[in-house]
C-alpha cells in the first residue's frame, strides 16, 4: 500500500514537471516568435519610432491574456539603422519552481533595410 502510493506520487510530480516543460517551451517559442514579428514589423516601416504603437499593440492581441498580463516589451532602439526589441514574460506554472525557471527574457534584433 505504502509502495503504490510512493509510486503514484512520484509519477504524477514526474508528469506534471514534464507538462510544466513542455508549457515553458511552447510559451518560449509563441514569445520569441511574437516579438521577431512585431520587432520586423517596426523595421519595415518608413517611420520606425512611428511604427511602435502598432506593433506592440499587435503582439499583446496575438498573445492574448498572456500578452496582456504576463509580458512587458522594452524597446531599446528603433532608428534607421535596427529595431532592438526586449521581451521579458513570465511562464504560467503548474509546479512551485523557483521564479528563474519561469522567466523568459528575449533580445530581438532586426537590421533596417532601405532601397537607395
Known amino acids: 500500500m505504502v509502495g503504490t502510493m510512493v509510486g503514484s506520487t512520484i509519477f504524477l510530480v514526474a508528469l506534471l514537471f514534464g507538462a510544466q516543460m513542455l508549457l515553458h517551451l511552447y510559451v518560449t517559442s509563441t514569445?520569441?516568435?511574437?516579438a521577431t514579428r512585431a520587432a520586423e514589423q517596426v523595421a519595415q516601416s518608413p517611420d520606425p519610432a512611428a511604427a511602435i504603437g502598432p506593433a506592440q499593440s499587435a503582439a499583446v492581441h496575438q498573445l492574448?491574456?498572456?500578452?496582456?498580463?504576463?509580458?512587458?516589451?522594452?524597446?531599446?532602439?528603433a532608428d534607421a539603422q535596427q529595431v532592438v526589441l526586449r521581451v521579458v514574460g513570465r511562464s504560467p506554472g503548474f509546479l512551485p519552481l523557483p521564479s528563474g525557471w519561469r522567466d523568459i527574457t528575449r533580445t530581438v534584433t532586426v537590421r533596417t533595410e532601405r532601397f537607395r
Do not use: M, V
Not at 514569445?31 to 511574437?34: D, I, K, N, V
Not at 492574448?64 to 532602439?77: D, K, L, P, V, Y
Open 31 to 34: 514569445l520569441s516568435s511574437t
Open 64 to 77: 492574448g491574456s498572456f500578452g496582456a498580463t504576463h509580458t512587458r516589451f522594452i524597446w531599446q532602439e
